[in-house]
């Protein structure tokens, strides 16, 4: 396969890193849990966790057992708040999803945690903006 399917499979996998998943094994067992961390052979950390009977903080699953994973929270929708964000600083918007963000004006970073680097009146309106759209949601 083409070494481009893999990257990007890999971005997809990184994405939801820090998410609520749940975790379907091949022996049935399901775990809802925050995914904390991801390697290659698809081993899991899920910390917070539901299932299986049983509630515990941690818990690793061996990739060999990993038969699905589901995102069961919703993920943050930077196109529509980047096409927000175009209606105020119309064409001085990149979106990035390499990195899950924004970039306004080539020095204000916004992710789906608000405004992460740059300051100033622009970067105030940023984050009124970004506050409007999260208080809608």
């Known amino acids: 396969m083409s070494s481009v399917v893999f990257r990007r499979f ?8 820090g998410k609520r998943v749940e975790i379907e094994t091949s022996e049935g067992r399901k775990y809802q849990g925050n995914l904390r961390g991801i390697d290659e052979r698809l081993d899991l950390i ?15 699953i061996n990739g060999n057992f990993v038969k699905e994973i589901r995102l069961v929270e919703q993920p943050f929708n930077l196109k529509a708040l980047s096409e927000r964000l175009n209606r105020v600083f119309p064409g001085l918007i990149k979106v990035r999803e390499d990195i899950a963000a924004i970039i306004v ?4 970073k916004v992710t789906e945690h608000g405004v992460v680097e740059g300051g100033g009146l622009a970067a105030d309106r940023v984050r009124a903006v970004y506050n409007e759209f999260i208080k809608e949601k």
């Open 105 to 108: 004006m080539d020095k204000i």
């Open 46 to 60: 899920l910390d917070d966790v539901f299932g299986a009977g049983e509630n515990v903080f941690k818990v690793v």
């Open 10 to 17: 890999g971005e997809e996998m990184v994405s939801i890193v």
